[in-house]
């Protein structure tokens, strides 16, 4: 019979002839293992939720373009992925034992670890992130959405936000970054003055929680959510909600996975880089000021809403109040 064997140098198989030795089922696997040897793709995901979510719009694109092959995600939040169909395994970044031997060393693996980012396309703010996440992918982008997957205890958690009346889910405070010292920034948050006018004018119809970091103001009369939870729960909080009013932040990219259309405020970043256009985008109005952005590099504003930053003396030269007030009459 023929066994095969790999050469060293030319990492080709090669055959010879064993007279008089029996078939055995390793012998069989290894000379057929060029043939069988599993396909992988490595999509390293690297950041913040709210991008870990966004990048879940082009895993049946990347399934789609390799169907040979089974996609491995190594993330941030690795949480996000585990349900998902078209993922065989999942890792957390930086926990990855034996990783290299399983899925690198004499594989036939395809690995992307880009940085969208870092795109002409996103800096100038003229393509979207899931756009520029597809041009490094190479795949078409054809304005897909984010898509979250519970599991059967997972979509239980949606029944613990159940409340007498509707719930309007208003979210105040994005999530704690790095170096961000106080407890409101400017360029995603809501200033407390307009959250708290917001609340008023539909408190009477909807039960309104207000998702919030600690050590933030809260509003009165409200029902506030600031303690530790799981992603999963986060995400369930928006599923049970009956309207959303939320900022630029994980919960508007699990809201346009869950098909569920949201208010979403903008500032310091850009709808054009992170927002879908299911959502009713309010942007904010050209600065007035003549801010220096001493600090700014590739971007202008910072996530942490760096106080110097800031461009706007006032909550009317922010928004357009009579815009927000035509909005909110529609829920």
């Not at 029944?159 to 509707?166: F, G, V």
């Not at 409101?184 to 119809?205: G, H, M, N, Q």
């Not at 630029?248 to 500032?267: E, G, K």
């Amino acid at each position: 019979m023929k066994v095969g064997y790999q050469t060293t140098v030319d990492k080709q198989y090669q055959s010879i002839q064993a007279d008089g030795l029996n078939a055995s089922p390793v012998l069989i696997s290894v000379a057929q293992k060029k043939d069988n040897m599993e396909k992988y793709i490595v999509w390293h995901i690297e950041g913040g939720l709210g991008k870990n979510v966004a990048a879940t719009a082009l895993l049946p694109s990347l399934a789609k373009k390799y169907k040979d092959r089974k996609i491995v995600v190594v993330a941030s939040y690795p949480e996000v992925f585990l349900n998902h169909p078209d993922v065989f395994r999942v890792y957390r970044v930086g926990m990855t034992a034996y990783f290299y031997e399983d899925f690198i060393l004499g594989k036939d693996t395809l690995v992307f670890r880009h940085e969208p980012y870092f795109q002409t396309g996103h800096i100038l703010k003229q393509k979207h992130l899931v756009e520029n996440w597809a041009d490094l992918l190479g795949v078409e982008y054809t304005k897909q959405l984010p898509d979250l997957h519970f599991n059967m205890i997972q979509k239980n958690f949606q029944y613990s936000w159940k409340r007498d009346k509707p719930v309007l889910l208003l979210q105040t405070n994005g999530g704690l970054f790095s170096g961000q010292q106080h407890g409101y920034s400017w360029t995603r948050d809501i200033p407390i003055e307009l959250a708290a006018d917001i609340a008023e004018k539909v408190s009477k119809k909807y039960h309104i929680i207000q998702l919030t970091r600690e050590n933030t103001p809260v509003l009165p009369g409200v029902e506030v959510v600031n303690f530790g939870m799981t992603n999963m729960e986060l995400f369930s909080l928006v599923a049970s909600s009956e309207k959303r009013i939320l900022i630029d932040s994980s919960l508007q990219h699990a809201a346009a996975a869950l098909r569920l259309p949201s208010i979403v405020f903008w500032i310091g970043t850009a709808a054009e880089n992170f927002g879908y256009e299911m959502h009713t985008n309010i942007k904010p109005l050209p600065p007035k000021g003549n801010t220096k952005l001493i600090d700014a590099y590739l971007f202008d504003a910072s996530f942490e809403g760096v106080p110097h930053e800031c461009p706007y003396s006032d909550i009317n030269e922010m928004f357009d109040l009579n815009k927000i007030d035509k909005v909110l009459k529609t829920l």
